[in-house]
């Protein structure tokens, strides 16, 4: 795994990299933008378009973290485990 992780970092880019990677629309039309090179971060936009904020996901990327779901009052990310087990974790 380290040396795989090691190879992506080391790659030169074929062309522009896009600014985005994921979106997410929650309940509240909030719009929730994926930085493009990292599964960490995320910047979340109002139904109007302005800016509401940044949110870092703890542990995301290489440790097989994700978000990957926001509902009326929750977040759901999704967490592999050294044993390759899927876990659903829901947080208010």
């Given at each position: ?68 779901g ?23």
């Open positions: 795994r380290a040396q795989s992780v090691a190879r992506r970092v080391a790659q030169k880019p074929n062309g522009p990299y896009p600014a985005l990677s994921k979106v997410i629309v929650d309940p509240h039309k909030r719009v929730w933008v994926g930085d493009f090179e990292s599964e960490s971060g995320w910047t979340v936009v109002d139904s109007l378009g302005l800016i509401r904020g940044r949110f870092t996901l703890r542990g995301a990327g290489i440790s097989r973290t994700q978000l990957v926001v509902g009326e009052q929750h977040l759901v990310v999704y967490v592999e485990d050294s044993d390759g087990a899927v876990h659903l974790r829901y947080y208010r």
